[in-house]
């Protein structure tokens, strides 16, 4: 080997050195900062468990509030906040589907829907305050439904709206033109062809969008406070399975009721220790719930993505 | 004295369909100018070209495909036989013409369901439940594309589990299955190996006694080795028409000549 | 013939080669047979053996352009006129090596003939005559070749019956030789084998215009008269 080939390939050494230095930085930098986020986190929960894993037994769970901090429990908070999932769902699953399909699939590529494209996009980003307000203006005066489930639900619902559209959107995306083609090419029609293959493949990916507006839903204080959710209630709602004919009821739509969030910010506005720790085990619950719902998600979306390879 | 072996004269073959000065825009972008072109009944004609030539333009006008984006428009008329419908009429309804003329794709899409559905699909838009019926379409259309004898004891397996190969017969076994008049296949090798390539090729020499084949393909050589008719397209035009053993050994045009034989690409 | 380039240099440069063995083969085939008829006339053996020797040369040329041939076949699947010229040239190679043939031939018998004395100057003068026209003949067939000329190719095959006729004006004299001179049988006879050797080398000539006419048309004239050869030309 000759003296100049020997000089550039040192060269080329001491470059190829320079740039893995740079490399290891950035690693360095990006570790620092994930732990930081994991360390905040970390001490957040700890915190949580110490207060309030001393209140987290069975009793909790089936009491209702009371003066007495050791006599309280989050039994009407919980199915409060689960009958308000269960309406924000029926509300924001069908409505959001159906408008991000038409958008995808049938609605024409002109100026009109490139506006309502935007606005969606905008309503993502709307607090959800403002959203409270709009429910007791229209569903509490105007409809005259009270601060209700059905209301609560309903602005819930609408504040979701825009992820469960948007995450549709997505997953209708994500289905392959060959497919589409291959659809039609056999003399599908657009029905045919949406309700055989493009709602079914791209189910595990509006069910993910779905429950992670369904997570948002469920910790938001502010629009329920704003429609006059109690935050205060010794009763449930009545129940949907009744003895007469015909054996459901929705009169629970229309009953009072309060969530999770309200209970905890109930209690963590109270000068006694023992509410703080009150607050800290419901806060837990609600951690619980979320992650259990994340829980969900991900394993619905392994089990529904397992045939689809594209 | 050309090919030594008699071929009947072009005039006395029947026609499955004929392109009569057809014209396709995408846009403002005319893709084909004025082509006429006939395709015969039951025979394998070959449509061969530099890549944006217009090939797969005007195989994916017979089956409407172009109807499904906003900005296509078609001038002219396809005439499809016996009972010469123009396929592109307004009044015809697309999904009436892909009824009856079925594609295959440059790239395996199976969907992802399982053999049996994938291969059912077409005979279940078209409202047929009965499920031994479908058994015996199924098994019929499997064994056409050759893949019967592979797949027969696991029917209910996801498709998307076979080999590159086995999904292009099983998309062929699909459009099969209701029984089109005539078959087109958009590059359908593209994305296979040799051995796989030769398979489909044989498959389509089989099928070239039950239905007509129109195939888009950007190696000459297949096009030399599976059809009686070839077409070379170039710019949207189509230069050159006639028996594939012609146009291959002495092809008539100039440009002809030099793109079969690695000339200019 | 398709002069344009190929997208691949390489294959253009395969086809080159092919075609200057072949020019190559056909300068080599040329002087064999010019020595043959050159020992014949001269009686010198030294060339005849010469020439005897160099016939191994010609096989060799043969089986390497025929291997050279179906080389480019496999490896880069000829199409159109590509196909023709390579089809062609291996037609050719064996009309060429037959001509070689022909030249051991005559370069054997001219010693035979030579020692027992030639019984007929004028027969040795005509034979040299029409040996130079088969020659030309082959000389012109290669330099149509070289040109890719179709006319040229045309005009082979005609002179090539030409030839026949003296050829058979020739023989018909030594016929009548024979039949005069029962003693001199033997040498009568490879005199006879002489002139059906050059009439044969003016076919191989003939034969390698027709297959140039397949490489420039596609067009096969191999058993096709004069007329029906320039008809067909003239189409397309």
């Not at chain 2, 009856?100 to 059912?120: G, H, T």
């Not at chain 3, 010469?50 to 096989?59: E, G, I, K, L, Y």
């Not at chain 3, 009309?95 to 100057?121: F, N, T, Y």
Request: with cysteine.
């Amino acid at each position: 080997m000759n003296s100049t080939a020997t000089r550039d390939l040192l060269q080329v050494r001491s470059m190829i050195a320079a740039h893995k230095r740079r490399d290891l930085a950035f690693a360095v930098l990006g570790f620092a900062a994930l732990t930081l986020c994991f360390v905040t986190f970390v001490a957040l929960f700890v915190d949580m468990l110490v207060d309030g894993s001393s209140r987290l037994t069975a009793d909790f769970f089936t009491s209702f509030a009371s003066r007495r901090a050791g006599q309280a429990g989050i039994l009407a908070a919980w199915v409060g906040t689960f009958l308000l999932m269960l309406v924000t769902a029926a509300v924001a699953v069908p409505i959001g589907v159906a408008s991000g399909l038409y958008l995808e699939e049938y609605a024409p590529r002109n100026r009109f829907t490139a506006i309502i494209e935007i606005n969606i996009n905008n309503l993502a980003g709307v607090p959800s305050i403002v959203y409270g307000l709009l429910a007791l203006g229209m569903f509490v005066h105007t409809f005259g439904l009270g601060a209700s489930v059905l209301t609560a639900g309903m602005t819930l619902g609408l504040l979701i709206l825009p992820i469960v559209i948007v995450a549709t959107r997505e997953s209708i995306r994500a289905v392959p033109g060959m497919i589409r083609e291959a659809a039609y090419a056999l003399g599908a029609t657009r029905w045919q062809m949406v309700r055989h293959h493009v709602l079914p493949y791209s189910l595990p990916g509006i069910l993910t969008g779905v429950i992670i507006g369904l997570s948002r839903a469920i910790g938001e204080t502010a629009p329920i406070v704003t429609i006059g959710a109690v935050t205060f209630i010794a009763f449930l709602p009545p129940a949907p399975i009744v003895a007469t004919p015909p054996f459901v009821s929705f009169e629970w739509l229309l009953s009072p009721f309060t969530a999770m969030p309200i209970q905890i910010f109930n209690w963590t506005s109270r000068p006694e220790v023992a509410f703080q720790q009150n607050a800290s085990a419901a806060a837990l619950v609600l951690v619980g719930m979320t992650l259990l719902m994340n829980a969900i998600a991900i394993w619905l979306r392994y089990r529904l993505r397992r045939n689809l390879k594209w | 004295m050309a090919s030594k072996a008699p071929k009947p004269d072009l005039a006395t073959l029947q026609k499955k369909a004929e392109a009569r000065a057809l014209n396709f825009f995408y846009g403002q972008k005319q893709a084909l100018k004025n082509i006429t072109l006939p395709v015969f009944d039951r025979r394998v004609t070959a449509l061969i070209g530099p890549s944006g030539c217009g090939k797969s333009t005007f195989l994916r006008c017979f089956n409407r495909m172009h109807d499904l984006y906003p900005g296509n428009r078609y001038e002219g008329e396809i005439r499809f036989f016996p009972d010469d419908l123009n396929l592109l009429g307004a009044d015809v309804d697309p999904i009436e013409v892909r009824m009856r003329l079925a594609m295959v794709f440059q790239k395996p899409n199976p969907f992802p369901k399982s053999i049996f559905e994938n291969v059912a699909y077409g005979l279940r838009i078209r409202g047929v439940k009965q499920r031994s019926l479908l058994m015996d379409k199924v098994e019929e259309a499997l064994s056409s594309a050759a893949l019967w004898n592979e797949v027969k004891d696991r029917l209910d397996e996801q498709a998307n589990n076979l080999s590159g190969g086995q999904q292009q017969r099983l998309c062929i076994a699909r459009a099969l299955a209701s029984e089109p008049e005539m078959l087109l296949f958009d590059e359908p090798t593209s994305a296979l190996d040799p051995i796989a390539t030769a398979s489909i090729e044989e498959l389509i020499h089989q099928l070239k006694d039950k239905v007509t084949i129109l195939i888009v393909t950007h190696n000459m050589q297949q096009a030399a080795r599976v059809s009686d008719f070839t077409a070379y397209m170039y710019l949207g035009d189509l230069i050159e028409f006639g028996w594939t053993d012609d146009v291959f050994f002495r092809p008539t045009n100039k440009q002809t000549e030099d793109y079969i034989t690695g000339r200019f690409g | 013939m398709n002069t344009s380039e190929h997208i691949s240099k390489q294959y253009d440069a395969d086809l080159a080669a092919l075609r200057s063995r072949v020019v190559e083969m056909g300068g080599v085939v040329e002087e064999q047979f010019r020595f043959a008829v050159d020992a014949l006339s001269s009686g010198r053996s030294d060339l005849a053996e010469q020439v005897v020797a160099n016939d191994r040369r010609v096989n060799e040329f043969e089986v390497e352009i025929d291997h050279d041939c179906a080389y480019l076949i496999a490896k880069r699947q000829p199409t159109a006129s590509d196909l023709r010229m390579v089809l062609g040239v291996s037609k050719m190679v064996t009309d060429l090596e037959r001509i070689g043939d022909k030249a051991r031939k005559i370069a054997r018998l001219s010693a035979a003939i030579r020692s027992s004395g030639v019984p007929d100057a004028r027969w040795l003068e005509e034979t040299h005559r029409v040996a130079d026209l088969a020659r030309g003949l082959l000389r012109d067939a290669l330099n149509a070749f070289v040109r890719g000329e179709l006319d040229e190719a045309i005009a082979v095959i005609r002179a090539a019956q030409g030839i026949g006729r003296l050829v058979n004006a020739i023989s018909g004299e030594l016929i009548r030789q024979i039949t005069q001179n029962p003693s001199q049988v033997a040498v009568l006879l490879d005199m006879m084998a002489v002139t059906k050797a050059v009439d044969r080398v003016a076919d191989h000539a003939a034969n390698l215009a027709e297959h140039l006419i397949y490489i420039i048309k596609g067009t096969d004239v191999r058993h096709a008269t004069l007329d029906q050869i320039e008809r067909e030309t003239l189409q397309r």
